[in-house]
């Protein structure tokens, strides 16, 4: 990542932390106790799982993840580790060349204006010997079956609709 990437990606992390910060303030200050203890509770478990991401030894999806909503205009993600402390060094690479070309196809196959909200998860297969990556998206505004011949031309990545969007699953070795 070179100098100007970078001062973007902090600009945009510190963007995103001083958008959180007023919300927690302007829940103060309509003394809406509640409101602010929800919102703390959601920004503390936010870095949690950024600790758990950056524990992964895995600096480029890291950073693809920490900055997807940055980089995507149309697609919105949060993400839950269910994982942590692992070297995932060797799949650095094939993580995000396989987290990017889903992006690449959802963008391609989905109406102009479409939004989608998704949930980006990442836990150990029970035999330990994977990672999966799981994908779980709201919004309707997207050709479903040519979506699914996108991804799944080299048959790694499983699609599942659902009522309310799509869900789409892939799994990396675990070294």
């Known amino acids: 990542m070179n ?3 970078l001062v973007q990606f902090i600009q945009n992390y510190r963007h995103d932390i001083l958008n959180e910060l007023q919300i927690i303030q302007g829940y103060i200050n309509m003394e809406m106790n509640k409101k602010v203890n929800e919102k703390v509770a959601q920004v503390v478990d936010n870095f949690h799982n950024e600790r758990k ?8 999806f890291a950073i693809w993840v920490m900055q997807f909503n940055h980089v995507y205009g149309n697609i919105r993600i949060t993400y839950d580790m269910f994982i942590e402390n692992l070297n995932l060094q060797s799949t650095d690479d094939q993580l995000v060349l396989l987290c990017a070309n889903l992006m690449h196809c959802l963008e391609k ?6 939004f989608f909200e998704g949930k980006l998860s990442i836990h150990k297969q029970a035999d330990n010997a994977k990672i999966i990556v799981d994908f779980s998206f709201d919004g309707k505004d997207l050709c479903l079956e040519n979506f699914k011949k996108c991804v799944q031309k080299d048959k790694i990545y499983d699609v599942l609709g659902t009522d309310t969007g799509f869900n789409c699953r892939f799994t990396v070795p675990c070294h």
Do not use: I, R, V, Y
């Not at 950056?54 to 600096?59: K, N």
């Open 3 to 5: 100098e100007e990437k």
């Open 53 to 60: 991401l950056l524990s992964l030894q895995a600096p480029k």
């Open 109 to 114: 196959h989905s109406e102009k204006d479409a």
